[in-house]
């Protein structure tokens, strides 16, 4: 994957009318997951935004609370490319990857954004965009080539995660599909069903005529 950078300031203020102040200013709150898992109760000390959520088991989970700039995650969000992004919080840096996107329904404005920490030894599941590559025999049989699937799940090291998925059709005939089941990467784990449609060389009307054709003679 690519790398952006993303300059980050931790906040601290988390009320109702902070957060419509932070919003009038074009900024976007932002929770930062997957930090330090901590025994409860516990006796460190906290940076600037950072606050405890417990998750059981007397243990608590470490995240961190921030805001960037509207501006400054607009080459992020509106784009169909996914980043390892590498966060700016003050001068430290923290590497994550984007979990989730609130916009405002009307507007369509982001109200709030979810990273999660990533690092190079725990798997992350990252949805990846699927690149369809060759020339099915099916098409050129008449066929019409689909996508059912434009993104895929991996769960793999974000390091190893490909900004692509290349799915090569050459040999999708007529008629026939690929299936997640049927497709395989070298360090990844592809976590959708295993019998999801990813793509498929669908009979047209001509395709069909044709067929038809041949069988009457």
Request: charged share 25%.
């Amino acid at each position: 994957m690519k790398t952006f950078q993303l300059a980050a300031e931790p906040r601290t203020d988390l009320g109702k009318k902070a957060t419509k102040a932070l919003r009038a200013e074009g900024k976007i709150p932002v929770v930062l997951n997957g930090g330090e898992v901590i025994e409860l109760p516990y006796k460190g000390t906290l940076k600037a935004g950072e606050k405890i959520i417990e998750i059981g088991n007397g243990k608590g989970l470490i995240t961190t609370d921030l805001t960037v700039t509207n501006d400054a995650v607009r080459k992020l969000i509106y784009t169909p490319d996914i980043f390892a992004i590498e966060l700016d919080i003050n001068g430290e840096k923290r590497m994550a990857v984007l979990k989730d996107i609130q916009f405002q329904p009307v507007k369509d404005t982001i109200l709030h954004i979810d990273l999660l920490e990533v690092n190079e030894k725990k798997p992350v599941v990252i949805e990846v965009p699927v690149k369809l590559d060759g020339h099915a025999e099916g098409v050129k049989a008449g066929g019409k080539l689909s996508l059912s699937m434009k993104k895929l799940k991996v769960k793999a090291i974000y390091t190893d995660i490909p900004e692509r998925l290349v799915i090569n059709v050459d040999n999708l005939g007529l008629g026939k599909t690929m299936s997640v089941g049927d497709l395989h990467y070298e360090g990844l784990e592809l976590v959708n069903a295993k019998n999801a449609v990813v793509c498929a060389v669908q009979l047209t009307r001509a395709a069909r005529g044709a067929a038809a054709a041949a069988a009457a003679k």
